[in-house]
């Protein structure tokens, strides 16, 4: 090939080279001293594991993912400055909720249509329903979300085969009279008539004529058989009290609860000492009356 032919040639070569790299420069100026823009982000809430539903919110269940604003969802749950997950979102489940999914408003239990009373009830939990009036659900004053006792009232009757006078006696006047005792301690208010959320105003609550509480399956049972036996009444108990009170007195009954008995008694006891005769007496209850009988 021609010695000449071959210096053009690579001329050109080494021209188109150098064109090249000052394109391939003026570009990467350009490039360079163009701001990155950066996308904004804003955290919402996800679950930190997987969430069975009915399962009621606590610490650990959440969590706040980065999420890019411009890709934000509606009902997706953003954090407000330093809000603690618990802070923005409480409640209970009303589905299935897996790990990493943002946790929405809508899947919680009140926000969506369905068996409100099922979804409040924890593992192992019964429904039972009380009917109320105003005195036994204190004067309506009673919503959902309190917790009461449940107190029953129901008269006793007392047999026994002792032929002894005094026990007849003494059985005799005590028959067929009331006694009341506290039979279950602390459940929780679901419902008051239809309703499974305490109005947020107040005026609109009234006196409902049907409590539904959440309790075990054997305090169900318990409850069935006590509303045949007497007359079942609420005690709202204060917020937050949640101890369960060991009975340490007799069971209250209506010749016990006043106490003109023993002071007759006492006074009778006196007297009988004071004339030195034997003070062994049996004493016999019948509501407000008592006899004194001396032991032979």
């Known amino acids: 090939m021609n010695k000449n032919i071959l210096i053009v040639l690579g001329g050109a070569l080494l021209v188109a080279f150098l064109v090249a790299m000052l394109v391939q420069m003026v570009l990467g100026g350009k490039k360079s001293d163009a701001p990155t823009v950066q996308e904004a982000k804003v955290e919402i809430l996800v679950a930190s594991k997987d969430l069975s539903i009915g399962r009621a919110l606590v610490d650990g269940d959440l969590r706040w993912q980065e999420w890019p604003k411009s890709s934000v969802f509606p009902g997706a749950v953003i954090r407000d400055g330093d809000q603690k ?30 068996n409100l009373v099922a979804g409040f009830l924890e593992p192992g939990q019964r429904a039972v329903a009380i009917s109320v009036d105003a005195s036994s659900m204190v004067g309506g004053f009673i919503g959902p979300g309190d917790y009461v006792d449940v107190i029953l009232t129901y008269r006793e009757s007392i047999r026994t085969k002792d032929d002894d006078p005094r026990v007849t006696k003494m059985l005799e006047l005590n028959l067929d009279k009331l006694a009341t005792e506290t039979i279950l301690q602390n459940v929780k208010v679901l419902a008051v008539d239809q309703m499974a959320e305490r109005p947020e105003d107040d005026e609109k609550i009234k006196v409902g004529k049907t409590i539904t509480i959440a309790v075990s399956a054997q305090d169900a ?22 101890n369960v009170v060991e009975k340490s007195w007799p069971t209250i009954s209506d010749a016990r609860l006043t106490h003109m008995s023993d002071e007759i008694y006492e006074e009778y006891d006196k007297m009988k000492k004071d004339a030195g005769i034997n003070s062994d007496i049996v004493r016999i209850y019948s509501g407000g009356n008592i006899e004194v009988m001396p032991v032979q």
Do not use: H, N, W, Y
């Not at 802070?87 to 369905?114: F, T, Y």
């Open 221 to 242: 049972e318990r409850l069935f058989l006590a509303s045949k036996l007497g007359d079942l009444t609420l005690a709202l108990r204060g917020v937050g009290d949640s």
């Open 85 to 114: 997950e618990t802070e923005a979102l409480e409640g209970r489940l009303a589905r299935d909720v897996a790990k990493g999914e943002p946790v929405m408003k809508s899947a919680l239990i009140g926000q969506v249509r369905g």
